[in-house]
């Protein structure tokens, strides 16, 4: 924790030296990484990073800097360089801390040495070899975090918060001939070793092993518009990506996106809402506050296919006259937060997905998904399929390669037809500019009219 | 060189760590110098600042290796805790390193902001002086500098750097109801060197030249990859050339070594000091020399790359491609500056290539590219956009399509050479790449 006179010091000397606005984040955190191909260790990260990231905003101008070097002369030796004059502001006093906490039921992952952790992978790995025959590789990556931060700022807020979070990524590769598929699953929780009491690892291995052999007698994938079924789950990514990043304030300014200047306006069916939710518990998406001392929220985006706003953090507020919504992330201290996703989703609808694929004379299913990304501006995104079957005459009949689906964000909303009721959310993680944050993305089943499908079968 | 008194703390750290029953304790260390700063509306809009300094220890117990990473080397106890819990279940065993030379080192200041301010806003107004720009919502300077030191138990310290200044823009253009955007990254030593008013103009008139852009029918196309679309390709591919990957049948030149993979007047090289390149490094960060490197040769695949621990099971010699994305990771297989080259018949103005081409596709822009390649197969699915070409000259624009192919394919149906070079975003690595004219690939679009 951060000695209170320094806190005080550093709020000061930005604010009288033209900040009206002054930040403290600091942060110790302990990672382990492993990954096992097979019975073999490939790659392994253990350790611990602690540091400080200060910023200043003069108006609309924001200046930051972060280091590992936390004394008091260091801090202000950089402080000195990057304000050296300015108006004198004034501050609220500091508040008495709060401090977040995980529940009491948490195991925390220090308590236990990699090799138990190295147990659990292996033990994945070999029940995905042993229980399907054509599998010729599995990979397991183990990923723990345990991060302490506090945040204090010249409005007063002065909070902790300890983070712990696993999280196991399971790749199977099947092979017949020449021909190789793949299939993964990524679970992870807002918790610790506990987790895997919660859940069955090895049958997870098992589930991707079956999913990649099934995959095998894939043939080429139809290119062209077509209708698309995206089974529940992580398939959600595909509202992340769409719809998600263009509402994230940092890129609605100045009519950057192509939400700029539509709320309130009906942008998709009424059968569909998309919620951004950082305070749902337990999930691996989730924080008690964010990166900016606010408390996570549910925050609905589209309510009934209308438009309600945008996730905003503290900077970009100030800059849109808005105010935030728990929504600042970051990697850690050597970023400056932004405003960022934490568990978005579609909510349930009641169409069933048995009623979707009956619909569809020839089209597309979508188990999962690979990943994918956004222009914000044009509203033009893409994302790779995994898992991915022809439907024909209403029935789901062969596997196919992986393709790309395109589009636009409002003209995919505007093309949702059904929408299911079996919900569920899926665990990965989010590139963007203040660097990789762990989200939740989630669906039930849906239907969409018409994609762009980016096969190599003209 | 190193601080002498970061020096002393890892000195410090060595003999506890040698009390607690660890042999042959050594370091790496990264530290990461950046400084960037934005501009938008005729004002400073961010400005950032970072200098840490990262380590990973290392040291011998039993055999094993025991390990861990940190940043703040005085918390001797808690360094010494996870190492031996490494040691005790790793199965990593201990690997000898011998070092070579230093690379060179340089700590120049930094340059003064108001003139990265001035030249930015020049590069603004620029933009805006193209009716169709609406907002310039990236107009950035950014310097790094990263320096890695290795330095073992007997003191002997190794370092290199490498560092790149980079101007990047992202342009919106809007009319009629239209939007459509323009981006750029260019780099040099300093601002001045770099010409990001110019580029400014170029990128605006490029954003204003999408706008209208519709799907175009499927089908196959001939294709011209601008430079910029043929580096992003390229440089996702680069791990089907890792032997960690041609080892078990996961990259689709697994098998292929010595066989031809490419038109026959096909270079691909790595130059760890090239001209201009971003990732200039003596070193890898196992302490091992970057060399010049031909990937391939006339055509025919000639070599993979190694890190140590991929060379150790083909009974080899690393070929100095082990490098870290930061002092916490593992050694991966990676590379320096990756630059693609034809033979002095293939290569040509991007008119001439477009005249060659005759009607097809000039991809200006894709994305995607993170998930939309399987090393596996080869094969990749990228959503495009760029301008219509018929007969032999730039027509209307085209947006939200995919281009399909795959890499051999890719590299074997290529028929021309731009004389332009770019290169890819900033990253671990580096590929310079020129325009490239290929025979088709199949397009997904109404």
Sequence with gaps: MLNPDLAEKILDYGMSHGGDFVEIFMEDTRQTNLTMLGDELIRSSVGKLAGIGIRVFRNMESIYFHTENESEAHIFALMKKLLNTGKVYKRSPLGERIDYAPNGQVRLPVKFGIKEQLSLLNRCNQAGIRAVECIFQMRTNYVDMDQKVQIINTEGVNVSDRRIKTRLHITAYAKDGDMIQSSYIGPGAMGGFEFYEMINAEEYAVRVARE???????????????????????????????????????????GASEFSGRIGQKVAPAKVTLIDDGSIPGEWGSLMIDDEGNETRKN???????????????????????TVTGSGRRENYQYPPVSRMTNTFIAAGDDRPEDMIASIEKGIYVKNINGGSVNTATGQFNFNTMGTYLIEQGEITVPVHSATLIGTGSEILQKIEMVGSDFKLGQGYCFAGSGTVYVGAGQPTVKIREMTVGGEQV | MMDADKQKELK????YLEAKGFQEVRYYIKRKKRQYLNVRNQQIYSRDFGDETEYLAEGQKAGRRGYTYFNQPFNHAVIADRMNDCAKSSIIPWQERQYCQNGDLCDEPWEDPAEIKAVLEAAEKKAFAIKETAVVSECSYETVRETIYLLDHQENLLSDQTSYSCGRLRIVSKANGHIETGDCCIYGEKIRDLNIVEAAAKTAAMAAEGLGGIPVLSGEYPILLENRVAAEILEAFLPVFYAENLYDGMSVLSGKEGTSIGTAALQLMEQPLLPGGRCRRKVDDEGIPVQEKSLITDGIFTAKLYNSAAAVKESRKSSGNGFKSSAAADVETGVTNIVIRGGEDMTKSQEQLIKQMGEGLLVTGVDGVFAGVNHQTGDFSLIAKGLQIKPGKKTKPFREVTIAGNFIKLLQDIEGLGEEWAMTLPARQCVAAPDILMKKLTVSGL
């Design chain 1, 212 to 254: 990649a052999k099934a995959m095998l007698p894939a043939r080429p994938c139809p290119t062209g518009r077509l209708p698309v079924v995206i089974a529940n789950g992580f398939g959600g990514l595909l509202f992340h990506e769409a719809c998600g990043h263009s509402l994230e304030a940092a890129g609605m300014l100045d």
């Design chain 1, 300 to 322: 609905v985006l589209i309510d009934k296919g209308i438009l309600q706003g945008c996730l905003s953090d503290r900077l970009s507020a100030r800059r849109m006259g808005t």
């Design chain 2, 12 to 15: 410090q750290l060595s003999q």
